[in-house]
C-alpha cells in the first residue's frame, strides 16, 4: 500500500521493513535484509524488478605474516562476504517530527557489527543512509575489513525494462548510456572516483522517473561507483564500494550515501550534487588571463622515436601560436628521458634539448612579449631504474644536479595488497629502459617533496607559468596498502591527490600568483585548487561521450578539450553517432565550440599557418571571440530551456545577466533555414531587447517571436556553426 500523505514514514510489518515519503517508498525484507522495492509515488514506477538481493557486502582480507608485515595471500586475497540470512541481525524503526529512521543491523565473522541507519524526511527526494561498522572480530588473519560495499540496489529497471533506461556516469567528462543492459560489455562496470570516475554520483531514469545514487563524502575516500548488468535478469545494479580499513578493534562511521527518486533526466541529479559540492567547495581562483584565454598550442619536443625540437626553437613556435591566435605554449618530452617518451619522470631539462639554461632563456623571452608557456610533469609515477637514467644521459646531466634513486623511493611507492608495488604500463613495447612506472603515494610526505622541488624549479628558475599535472585527475588511480606513509585508510589516496595539487597551486602562486596548475582529467574535488581541467573527450575513453554531465554540474571551471590524447576516427564518430558524413578534426573543434570549452591544439606535431586544419581552426577562433564576452560571463545550462529543434541540428544554452547564448552547429548534409524553439518562461523576462546571429562569415540581427512564454527564432542556413545572443529585459 502506498502512502500518499508527504509525512515521512519508517515501520516494521510482518516480514518487511519500510521507509518513505510522499515521493517514494523503500521495502526490504525482515528475513534477510534483502532490497523488496523502491518506488516513484510521483509516477507510481516500480525501480526494483528482481527483488530481495543483499544491499551490502564486505571485503576481508585473506592475509598471513611475511616481509615484517601482514599482507595478503598471493593467490586468492580478499573474500567477498555477502550476507545471508544468518547475518542479518533485525531492524528497528522510529519517527519524530519529520523525519523518520529505519536501522538494519547485520553481524558477519562472529564480531563485525554493522549498522545501517536510512533517514527519511518529510518533502525530501532524497534518501539519506549512514554505516556504522565496529570490529569485533577474533580472526586478524581474516578478519581485516578492506572494501564496504552499499548501498548495493540489485535488479532496478525503471518502469519494468531496462530497454528505455538511460545510465549516466561521471565516467571522466561524463557518459551517457542509453539501454545499459543491452550495452553490457561495452563499458566498464566500475569507475574510480578520482581517476575514471570525476565525480561520485551516477543516475539512471526513464519517462517514468529516476534514480540518484551518490556518496556526500568529504573525506574523498577511494571508491568504486558500480554499474552493472546483470544478464539473468535484464536489470542493473547500481551501488558504491568504499575502501576503507577496519581492522579487528576499529570502528567506521562513514559519511552520507544518498539515493534519490526524481522525474526528469539526468539534470536533475547534477543540480542536487552541485547543491552538495556548493555547500563545502570553494571555488577556484582564476587568474585575469586564463579566463580570457581560448586554449593552448601544444607541441612534443620528440615524436615517433625522433628529436624534432630544440628549447632554442621554443619563441618560434610560441610565433606559430600566436599566428594561430593563441598565446599560450605548451610542451611535453623537455624532461631528460628516452627520445620515445613524451612522459619521464625526472625532470631536468633534457640536455640534448638546451639544458636549464637554454630552457629558462627561451621561456623568458616568450613570457617578455606577454606569452605563457607550460611544461609536463606525472603527479605519481617513477621510473625504478633510476639513479639510472635512459640513453647514457646520467654522462649529461650536470653534476650539482641530484637525481633520485629506488632505494630510497620505493619507501614512498603504493603497495597493493599482497605487498607488491603498484606499476604502470607494465610491459609496454618499447620501454625498454624499465619494466614500467611504479605509482607512488600522494600521501608519501617524500614524494611530494620530490614533485614540489621540480615544480617549484621550473616556475622560480626557468619562468614557466603553466605547470600540466598528469594523471592528476584522472586514470590510473589504485588503494595504496603501505600505511608508512601515514594514512589511515588505503582510500586516502584520493584525498592526498587534492592535498597535493592543492600545496603545489599554493607553493606555485607564492612566486607567481598568475601562474596557472592544469590537471589531466577532470575532478569535482580537485577543481577547488586545479586552475584548468584538460577533458581528453575525444579519447578512447568511453564509447558514450557526454561531455555535458561534468561542465553541466561544475560549470565555474576552466575546461580545455581537444587533441592532447589523440582522437581516432572512431572516438570522433562517438560524439557523432548520428552523422551521414566523414567525421575529421574540424569536428573536433566544431564541438569544442559547441559546449563553449578552449582549445586544446596540442597534435603534438606544429600547425603551419596555411594547413587546412589551422585556417579552419582560426575562423572557429574568431566566432568564439565574437561571443566571448557573453560566454566568460554566463553559465553553461546544457539544452535545458531547449523546447524543439531539428535532428542533426545541436544546440547549447547559456545563461548570463539578462542574455542568453545558444551556440549551434548543424550537422546535415543540406542545410536549410530551421526553427528553434525556446522554453523562456523560468528566465521570467518581459521583452527581448536584441537578438544577434554571428555565424563564421558574418553577423546579423534576428526576428524573434515571444508568444506564451515560448521564443520562437527563425535561423537562416548556417555554414556548420553559429551563435545566437539573447539580450532581454
Ligand atoms: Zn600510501
Given at each position: 500500500?502506498?502512502?500518499?500523505?508527504?509525512?515521512?514514514?519508517?515501520?516494521?510489518?510482518?516480514?518487511?521493513?519500510?521507509?518513505?515519503?510522499?515521493?517514494?517508498?523503500?521495502?526490504?525484507?525482515?528475513?534477510?535484509?534483502?532490497?523488496?522495492?523502491?518506488?516513484?509515488?510521483?509516477?507510481?514506477?516500480?525501480?526494483?524488478?528482481?527483488?530481495?538481493?543483499?544491499?551490502?557486502?564486505?571485503?576481508?582480507?585473506?592475509?598471513?605474516?611475511?616481509?615484517?608485515?601482514?599482507?595478503?595471500?598471493?593467490?586468492?586475497?580478499?573474500?567477498?562476504?555477502?550476507?545471508?540470512?544468518?547475518?542479518?541481525?533485525?531492524?528497528?524503526?522510529?519517527?519524530?517530527?519529520?523525519?523518520?529512521?529505519?536501522?538494519?543491523?547485520?553481524?558477519?565473522?562472529?564480531?563485525?557489527?554493522?549498522?545501517?541507519?536510512?533517514?527519511?524526511?518529510?518533502?525530501?527526494?532524497?534518501?539519506?543512509?549512514?554505516?556504522?561498522?565496529?570490529?569485533?572480530?577474533?580472526?586478524?588473519?581474516?578478519?581485516?575489513?578492506?572494501?564496504v560495499g552499499f548501498p548495493e540496489l540489485h535488479g532496478i529497471a525503471i518502469g519494468g525494462s531496462c530497454g528505455d533506461n538511460v545510465l549516466v556516469r561521471p565516467n571522466r567528462f561524463g557518459e551517457?548510456?542509453?539501454?545499459?543492459?543491452?550495452?553490457?560489455?561495452?563499458?566498464?562496470?566500475?569507475?574510480?572516483?578520482?581517476?575514471?570516475?570525476?565525480?561520485?554520483?551516477?543516475?539512471?531514469?526513464?519517462?517514468?522517473?529516476?534514480?540518484?545514487?551518490?556518496?556526500?563524502?568529504?573525506?574523498?575516500?577511494?571508491?568504486?561507483?558500480?554499474?552493472?548488468?546483470?544478464?539473468?535478469?535484464?536489470?542493473?545494479?547500481?551501488?558504491?564500494?568504499?575502501?576503507?580499513?577496519?581492522?579487528?578493534?576499529?570502528?567506521?562511521?562513514?559519511?552520507?550515501?544518498?539515493?534519490?527518486?526524481?522525474?526528469?533526466?539526468?539534470?536533475?541529479?547534477?543540480?542536487?550534487?552541485?547543491?552538495?559540492?556548493?555547500?563545502?567547495?570553494?571555488?577556484?581562483?582564476?587568474?585575469?588571463?586564463?579566463?580570457?584565454?581560448?586554449?593552448?598550442?601544444?607541441?612534443?619536443?620528440?615524436?615517433?622515436?625522433?628529436?624534432?625540437?630544440?628549447?632554442?626553437?621554443?619563441?618560434?613556435?610560441?610565433?606559430?601560436?600566436?599566428?594561430?591566435?593563441?598565446?599560450?605554449?605548451?610542451?611535453?618530452?623537455?624532461?631528460?628521458?628516452?627520445?620515445?617518451?613524451?612522459?619521464?619522470?625526472?625532470?631536468?631539462?633534457?640536455?640534448?634539448?638546451?639544458?636549464?639554461?637554454?630552457?629558462?632563456?627561451?621561456?623568458?623571452?616568450?613570457?617578455?612579449?606577454?606569452?605563457?608557456?607550460?611544461?609536463?610533469?606525472?603527479?605519481?609515477?617513477?621510473?625504478?631504474?633510476?639513479?639510472?637514467?635512459?640513453?647514457?644521459?646520467?654522462?649529461?646531466?650536470?653534476?650539482?644536479?641530484?637525481?633520485?634513486?629506488?632505494?630510497?623511493?620505493?619507501?614512498?611507492?603504493?603497495?597493493?595488497?599482497?605487498?607488491?608495488?603498484?606499476?604502470?604500463?607494465?610491459?609496454?613495447?618499447?620501454?625498454?629502459?624499465?619494466?614500467?612506472?611504479?605509482?607512488?603515494?600522494?600521501?608519501?610526505?617524500?614524494?611530494?617533496?620530490?614533485?614540489?622541488?621540480?615544480?617549484?624549479?621550473?616556475?622560480?628558475?626557468?619562468?614557466?607559468?603553466?605547470?600540466?599535472?598528469?594523471?592528476?585527475?584522472?586514470?590510473?588511480?589504485?588503494?595504496?596498502?603501505?600505511?608508512?606513509?601515514?594514512?589511515?585508510?588505503?582510500?586516502?589516496?584520493?584525498?592526498?591527490?587534492?592535498?597535493?595539487?592543492?600545496?603545489?597551486?599554493?607553493?606555485?602562486?607564492?612566486?607567481?600568483?598568475?601562474?596557472?596548475?592544469?590537471?589531466?582529467?577532470?575532478?569535482?574535488?580537485?577543481?577547488?585548487?586545479?586552475?584548468?581541467?584538460?577533458?581528453?573527450?575525444?579519447?578512447?575513453?568511453?564509447?558514450?561521450?557526454?561531455?555535458?554531465?561534468?561542465?553541466?554540474?561544475?560549470?565555474?571551471?576552466?575546461?580545455?578539450?581537444?587533441?592532447?590524447?589523440?582522437?581516432?576516427?572512431?572516438?570522433?564518430?562517438?560524439?557523432?553517432?548520428?552523422?551521414?558524413?566523414?567525421?575529421?578534426?574540424?569536428?573536433?573543434?566544431?564541438?569544442?565550440?559547441?559546449?563553449?570549452?578552449?582549445?586544446?591544439?596540442?597534435?603534438?606535431?606544429?600547425?603551419?599557418?596555411?594547413?587546412?586544419?589551422?585556417?579552419?581552426?582560426?575562423?572557429?577562433?574568431?566566432?568564439?571571440?565574437?561571443?566571448?564576452?557573453?560566454?566568460?560571463?554566463?553559465?553553461?545550462?546544457?539544452?535545458?530551456?531547449?523546447?524543439?529543434?531539428?535532428?542533426?541540428?545541436?544546440?547549447?544554452?547559456?545563461?548570463?545577466?539578462?542574455?542568453?547564448?545558444?551556440?549551434?552547429?548543424?550537422?546535415?548534409?543540406?542545410?536549410?533555414?530551421?526553427?528553434?524553439?525556446?522554453?523562456?518562461?523560468?528566465?521570467?523576462?518581459?521583452?527581448?531587447?536584441?537578438?544577434?546571429?554571428?555565424?563564421?562569415?558574418?553577423?546579423?540581427?534576428?526576428?524573434?517571436?515571444?508568444?506564451?512564454?515560448?521564443?520562437?527564432?527563425?535561423?537562416?542556413?548556417?555554414?556548420?556553426?553559429?551563435?545566437?545572443?539573447?539580450?532581454?529585459?
Amino acid at each position: 500500500m502506498l502512502r500518499v500523505d508527504s509525512m515521512s514514514y519508517a515501520f516494521l510489518e510482518r516480514d518487511r521493513a519500510v521507509i518513505g515519503n510522499g515521493l517514494y517508498e523503500m521495502t526490504v525484507s525482515l528475513k534477510d535484509g534483502g532490497l523488496l522495492g523502491l518506488v516513484n509515488k510521483s509516477t507510481g514506477a516500480q525501480y526494483v524488478l528482481s527483488p530481495g538481493k543483499p544491499m551490502i557486502y564486505l571485503w576481508t582480507l585473506l592475509s598471513d605474516k611475511r616481509d615484517s608485515g601482514f599482507f595478503a595471500n598471493e593467490g586468492e586475497s580478499y573474500k567477498v562476504r555477502t550476507p545471508r540470512k544468518e547475518n542479518f541481525a533485525g531492524a528497528t524503526s522510529s519517527r519524530d517530527n519529520n523525519l523518520s529512521r529505519l536501522v538494519l543491523k547485520y553481524s558477519f565473522l562472529g564480531g563485525i557489527r554493522v549498522e545501517i541507519e536510512f533517514r527519511a524526511e518529510k518533502g525530501s527526494p532524497l534518501l539519506e543512509a549512514r554505516l556504522q561498522m565496529f570490529n569485533g572480530c577474533r580472526d586478524w588473519d581474516r578478519g581485516r575489513v578492506v572494501a564496504v560495499g552499499f548501498p548495493e540496489l540489485h535488479g532496478i529497471a525503471i518502469g519494468g525494462s531496462c530497454g528505455d533506461n538511460v545510465l549516466v556516469r561521471p565516467n571522466r567528462f561524463g557518459e551517457k548510456i542509453v539501454d545499459p543492459v543491452e550495452k553490457a560489455g561495452t563499458y566498464t562496470v566500475n569507475l574510480c572516483y578520482g581517476g575514471y570516475a570525476s565525480m561520485q554520483w551516477m543516475d539512471m531514469y526513464s519517462r517514468l522517473g529516476g534514480l540518484y545514487l551518490a556518496s556526500y563524502d568529504k573525506t574523498l575516500t577511494l571508491c568504486e561507483l558500480e554499474s552493472e548488468p546483470d544478464l539473468e535478469t535484464e536489470t542493473m545494479r547500481l551501488g558504491i564500494r568504499k575502501y576503507v580499513y577496519v581492522p579487528p578493534g576499529a570502528a567506521w562511521t562513514s559519511e552520507p550515501y544518498v539515493i534519490g527518486v526524481h522525474t526528469g533526466d539526468w539534470h536533475w541529479a547534477a543540480d542536487r550534487y552541485r547543491e552538495w559540492a556548493e555547500s563545502w567547495m570553494r571555488r577556484p581562483r582564476i587568474p585575469e588571463w586564463l579566463k580570457e584565454s581560448d586554449g593552448w598550442y601544444g607541441i612534443g619536443f620528440h615524436h615517433g622515436g625522433k628529436r624534432l625540437y630544440r628549447f632554442r626553437d621554443i619563441p618560434e613556435i610560441f610565433e606559430e601560436a600566436v599566428s594561430l591566435g593563441l598565446n599560450q605554449v605548451q610542451f611535453w618530452g623537455q624532461m631528460a628521458g628516452p627520445c620515445r617518451s613524451c612522459c619521464y619522470r625526472f625532470y631536468y631539462p633534457d640536455p640534448r634539448l638546451g639544458g636549464a639554461e637554454e630552457l629558462a632563456k627561451a621561456v623568458r623571452q616568450v613570457r617578455k612579449q606577454g606569452g605563457h608557456v607550460g611544461f609536463y610533469f606525472n603527479i605519481q609515477a617513477f621510473d625504478p631504474m633510476l639513479p639510472r637514467l635512459p640513453e647514457n644521459l646520467n654522462k649529461l646531466v650536470p653534476e650539482h644536479v641530484e637525481i633520485p634513486g629506488w632505494d630510497v623511493f620505493r619507501r614512498y611507492a603504493q603497495l597493493h595488497f599482497d605487498g607488491s608495488y603498484v606499476r604502470q604500463y607494465p610491459g609496454r613495447p618499447g620501454a625498454d629502459w624499465a619494466d614500467g612506472f611504479r605509482i607512488m603515494c600522494p600521501c608519501a610526505q617524500g614524494w611530494r617533496n620530490y614533485l614540489k622541488h621540480w615544480i617549484l624549479k621550473y616556475v622560480k628558475e626557468y619562468g614557466a607559468d603553466v605547470i600540466y599535472l598528469d594523471q592528476a585527475a584522472s586514470p590510473p588511480v589504485t588503494y595504496c596498502f603501505n600505511f608508512e606513509h601515514g594514512h589511515v585508510h588505503h582510500g586516502d589516496v584520493v584525498k592526498c591527490r587534492v592535498e597535493l595539487v592543492k600545496e603545489i597551486v599554493e607553493a606555485v602562486a607564492r612566486v607567481n600568483p598568475d601562474a596557472v596548475v592544469v590537471v589531466e582529467g577532470n575532478g569535482d574535488a580537485i577543481g577547488q585548487y586545479a586552475h584548468v581541467h584538460l577533458y581528453t573527450s575525444f579519447s578512447t575513453q568511453t564509447r558514450y561521450p557526454c561531455p555535458e554531465v561534468f561542465y553541466y554540474t561544475f560549470p565555474y571551471y576552466v575546461i580545455f578539450d581537444g587533441f592532447a590524447n589523440p582522437p581516432t576516427p572512431e572516438t570522433i564518430r562517438n560524439h557523432y553517432p548520428d552523422a551521414n558524413k566523414e567525421l575529421t578534426f574540424e569536428d573536433v573543434l566544431n564541438k569544442i565550440f559547441l559546449l563553449g570549452l578552449r582549445f586544446d591544439l596540442c597534435l603534438y606535431r606544429r600547425l603551419r599557418i596555411n594547413d587546412k586544419l589551422a585556417v579552419y581552426f582560426r575562423k572557429v577562433l574568431n566566432l568564439r571571440r565574437k561571443v566571448k564576452n557573453y560566454l566568460v560571463n554566463s553559465r553553461f545550462i546544457d539544452d535545458i530551456l531547449l523546447v524543439s529543434r531539428p535532428r542533426l541540428v545541436e544546440a547549447k544554452l547559456f545563461l548570463g545577466e539578462g542574455f542568453l547564448i545558444v551556440t549551434l552547429l548543424d550537422i546535415r548534409v543540406s542545410r536549410s533555414r530551421f526553427k528553434l524553439i525556446l522554453n523562456v518562461k523560468p528566465l521570467g523576462f518581459k521583452a527581448v531587447r536584441r537578438a544577434l546571429l554571428y555565424t563564421l562569415e558574418s553577423e546579423k540581427p534576428l526576428d524573434v517571436d515571444i508568444t506564451g512564454g515560448k521564443l520562437v527564432i527563425d535561423v537562416p542556413p548556417l555554414n556548420g556553426l553559429g551563435a545566437i545572443i539573447v539580450e532581454y529585459l
